[in-house]
């Protein structure tokens, strides 16, 4: 079980920055991928990034060039930097963890993202 904590999230006018954490129980260092999704209300949750062992991170076409995926093996944490965030980037953001590629995937319990000016 991978149980995950999400924070950073809030009101930022458009053009601004924020960045996410995604805090995992335990050591992420032989976790296969986490990544995050992002849903709005009467919309299907949609994919925004992933980081996976031994891979480059992949991103959605909308946040390409603007969003940045990391992860800090010491502090077991995966970061989501969001720059010239717009308005349609408003979602809640929600974090996931696969242990393997066949693996269920874990999340966490989502953080509000806000652009408004």
């Known amino acids: 079980q991978v149980q995950l904590v999400e924070s950073g999230g809030g009101l930022v006018q458009p053009g601004g920055s924020l960045r996410l954490s995604c805090a995992a129980s335990?050591?992420?260092?032989?976790?296969?991928?986490m990544g995050w999704y992002r849903q709005v209300p009467g919309k299907e949750r949609e994919f925004v990034a992933h980081?996976?062992?031994?891979?480059?991170?992949a991103y959605a076409d909308s946040v390409k060039g603007r969003f940045t995926i990391s992860r800090d093996i010491a502090k077991n944490t995966v970061y989501l930097q969001m720059n010239s965030l717009k308005p349609e980037d408003t979602a809640v953001y929600y974090c996931?963890?696969?242990?393997?590629?066949?693996?269920?995937?874990?999340w966490g319990q989502g953080t509000q993202v806000t652009v408004s000016s």
């Open positions: 996931y963890a696969r242990r393997t590629i066949a693996s269920t995937a874990y």
């Open positions: 335990g050591s992420i260092a032989a976790i296969y991928r």
């Open positions: 980081i996976t062992i031994g891979v480059n991170p």
